[in-house]
């Protein structure tokens, strides 16, 4: 009696819309999507039995079709991955490829996106789907190619592939297959992205402002013109040097040394960049803070350097700090309050090994509460 009552009704997967004198039917959404995971759920755990088996092969390209055809982004981008493999026994050609990606990326799959943004730019990252699909890209008008593949590359920027993001933003400064380099788009695309305060752009677009490349050389002659910016680049430098990835930040520090050695800014007590870095370390910039600590211990008082800062030593930083126990501590303080935790142990490391009198432990309260 209980596995009765518990049993669910059956319910139709489309309904009956009736408007004026006709009937449509209509899916219900809700249904579909609890039919589209669960055949998906089937398909990937045959899937990762990795059996030969013919039968499972066949029982594999069902599953994903049916879930599929329910809305699935995910089941669409593993039939386009199965119309390219000859071993999966697919039973559309390889050409519909191209039709399941679209599926997918237009249900928000960013890698789906990505994948078509490249082969319609004629990239050459996906050489499979390329050869495959030959025909089909091949029929394209090339000012149609360009439009597509931008397209599809906004939607996987959209959906926040930054693959995606870092290749469209190289194809708008260089020119990359069929999308033609832009200064107008870059700049756009770059600005929209540091709405989003994302690391790698504001970094890169930094140098961009800067005049320089990302490795801190002369911008290339075949790339698109950015006019020089100083203050802004160094706004987008110092976002970046606030990021989750500690190696991406310091780098953002080094093109600011390296900034300073081209004569991007002027460096003196007074001038507005020693203010502005001394502000970015009490608004919380905890590996700012770390290095101005660090140049802060007086020379005969420091250990070996800690190894995170062994391949980015940035010296130049050394030029806007004093050597004085008392500011060392300070700017140790800062580099400890914060969200990123390595740097939050090495400046309570540090502190202890070089001010073991003044051992930070739980009880500390920040040098600005």
Not at 97 to 116: D, M, N, P, S, T
Not at 196 to 210: H, I, P, T
Not at 339 to 364: C, N, P, R, W
Request: aromatic share 10%; charged share 20%; proline share 3%.
């Amino acid at each position: 009696m209980e596995s009765a009552i518990n049993k669910k009704h059956y319910r139709r997967v489309f309904k009956n819309l009736r408007i004026g004198s006709k009937e449509y039917a209509v899916l219900d959404m809700d249904l579909a999507q609890e039919k589209a995971v669960r055949y998906l759920a089937l398909a990937i755990e045959l899937l990762e039995q990795n059996q030969p088996d013919s039968f499972i092969h066949n029982l594999i390209n069902e599953y994903l079709l049916i879930a599929c055809d329910f809305g699935s982004k995910d089941a669409a981008f593993l039939l386009a991955s199965r119309a390219l493999d000859t071993s999966s026994e697919f039973i559309y050609p390889p050409e519909d490829a191209v039709v399941f990606l679209k599926l997918a990326a237009e249900r928000g799959h960013a890698e789906a996106a990505y994948q078509l943004g490249c082969c319609y730019a004629a990239m050459g990252k996906f050489i499979s789907a390329e050869q495959s699909c030959t025909t089909y890209f091949n029929s394209i008008d090339p000012r149609e190619r360009q439009r597509l593949a931008e397209y599809y590359f906004n939607l996987a920027v959209e959906n926040g592939h930054q693959e995606a993001i870092e290749e469209l933003i190289i194809a708008y400064a260089y020119g990359r297959g069929y999308v033609a380099k832009s200064a107008d788009k870059f700049i756009t695309l770059c600005e929209n992205l540091l709405k989003d305060e994302n690391q790698a752009v504001a970094l890169g677009y930094g140098a961009w402002l800067a005049g320089m490349t990302v490795e801190g050389g002369d911008p290339l002659p075949e790339a698109i013109r950015v006019q020089m910016n100083p203050s802004k680049a160094l706004e987008c430098f110092l976002m970046a040097s606030r990021g989750k990835q500690i190696e991406l930040g310091q780098h953002a520090l080094h093109l600011i040394c390296i900034g300073m050695q081209r004569g991007v800014w002027e460096i003196k007590p007074s001038d507005k960049i020693t203010k502005r870095l001394y502000k970015e370390v009490g608004q919380g910039n905890q590996l700012l803070a770390l290095y101005f600590a660090w140049y802060s211990i007086p020379v005969d008082q420091r250990v070996a350097i800690p190894g995170l800062m062994r391949h980015y030593q940035l010296s130049s930083l050394a030029s806007f700090v004093e050597q004085n126990e008392e500011k060392a501590i300070q700017f140790l303080d800062h580099a400890f309050f914060g969200t990123q935790t390595m740097i939050s142990q090495l400046a309570k490391d540090i502190l202890q090994e070089v001010f073991g009198q003044y051992f930070l432990d739980e009880e500390i309260v920040p040098v600005d509460a």
